[in-house]
């Protein structure tokens, strides 16, 4: 490490700065000198020295003034400093260490100390820039992820005649455990559903993509069985197939995982209205009048998914009228907290759906008093939410 890492010495008086060359190019170390604070500073960035030994007292500016402006700049507030001081000056020591310095050295310089000082410093330095190499790879692979994760969501809402669709997702993390997706099958209806996988970072995101990709699979398996004749599946048969199929594989499958997730799954028919639905677990979608009052709430009808091996899924159906408004939502939303550590909750949720025009504005003032709402605090839990609305006919 000795021959890689370079010393900048800050000193003016001469017979400093040539004592220390020599000590330090004894001990394989690459020097650069500097004679004031100014010119310090300005080989500070423009050399990026692994250490920097700095004197207190100099002209045009003094070692303080460095150490406060090197420890104000992200890019090189990292790079260790000693500061050098007389023995007697334990005040400008303590003053220097307040000041971000990683040690001190006395004068006069006593040749032990100053070698286990620097070694000490470098030492530690190397430290934090693996530190910093495995945290920037660690980011690096935590965006790939969230890419990936990305695409794992719709690239775009169905254009369904007669309604509007609208999505609004926050991921609290890098990764999430909330998805989303809408798609329509050939029949001509609708399915869509919002989800919450149990946990936090990348395990729930890991079982996201597994969730999904079943669910959404098992959505149109019948639709690929070239040459054979295909039955047609009602609504209700279609969600006891998805929801099941999916609920048992992870259960029996990932038994030992313990993950599940709360999934509101719905079928809706945009010719009648109709909509057929399973709710595992998740927070109860509201429905949405013209007067802007909520007159329905669509509650559980089972258990989370994969929690239980061969549970039991009932289907429910209610139909959506001309100007109804339908809002699915994962519990992030009414668990949201500020800084005070008050909740969003269900009932501030209503009021904003009181006056409610089209999904997307909608979502936008969500999304805004939401923002709002949590000010300084940290978002805790992913944002995922679903808003379908049929158009006044």
């Known amino acids: 490490m000795n021959h890689q890492s370079k010393i900048l010495i800050v000193d003016d008086e001469p017979f400093n700065v040539d004592y220390l060359e020599q000590e330090l190019e004894d001990l394989n170390y690459i020097t650069a000198t500097a004679v004031n604070g100014q010119d310090a500073l300005e080989k500070i960035v423009s050399e990026s020295p692994d250490l920097v030994l700095l004197d207190i007292m100099m002209p045009i500016m003094d070692g303080f003034s460095v150490l406060e402006k090197v420890k104000a700049d992200p890019a090189i507030r990292n790079i260790p400093i000693i500061v050098i001081s007389a023995n007697n000056d334990l005040q400008s ?15 006069p310089f006593e040749p032990t100390l100053l070698k286990a000082r620097i070694q000490s410093s470098l030492e530690k330095k190397h430290l934090r820039d693996m530190q910093d190499l495995y945290l920037k790879s660690l980011e690096r692979e935590m965006n790939i992820a969230r890419d990936i994760q ?11 005649p007669g309604w509007e669709i609208a999505s609004y997702f926050e991921a609290a993390k890098e990764v999430a455990g909330d998805f989303y997706d809408a798609f329509t099958l050939p029949d001509g209806t609708l399915t ?12 729930a995101a890991l079982f996201m993509t597994l969730f999904r990709s079943l669910i959404h699979a098992a959505s149109i398996s019948d639709q690929f069985s070239p040459g054979q004749e295909q039955k047609s599946l009602s609504p209700a048969e279609r969600l006891q197939h998805v929801i099941s199929l999916t609920n048992n594989y992870v259960a029996e499958t990932h038994e030992e995982s313990n993950m599940f997730a709360t999934v509101f799954i719905g079928i809706l ?10 709710n595992g677990g998740n927070e109860p979608p509201l429905i949405v009048g013209k007067d802007g009052k909520v007159h329905t709430t669509l509650t559980r009808t089972g258990s989370a998914i994969g929690a239980i091996a061969q549970a039991k899924f009932t289907v429910k159906e209610t139909t959506l009228a001309s100007d109804d408004l339908l809002v699915a939502f994962t519990d992030g939303i009414p668990d949201t907290q500020n800084i005070d550590g008050e909740f969003f909750g269900n009932e501030r949720l209503r009021e904003l759906l009181m006056n409610h025009s089209s999904p997307t504005q ?11 709402f ?20």
């Open 192 to 203: 869509f559903l919002v989800a919450d996988v149990c946990g936090k970072g990348i395990g």
């Open 150 to 160: 990305k695409e794992f969501l719709p690239a775009q809402l169905p254009d369904v």
């Open 269 to 278: 028919d945009p010719v009648s209205g109709k909509l057929s639905y399973i």
């Open 362 to 372: 909608l979502l936008n003032e969500i999304e805004l008093d939401l923002e709002q």
């Open 374 to 393: 949590i000010g300084e605090a940290e978002q805790f839990d992913d944002i995922t939410l679903l808003a379908i609305k049929r158009k006044a006919s």
């Open 93 to 107: 020591v303590v003053k220097g260490i307040q000041l971000g310095a990683e040690d001190y050295l006395p004068k």
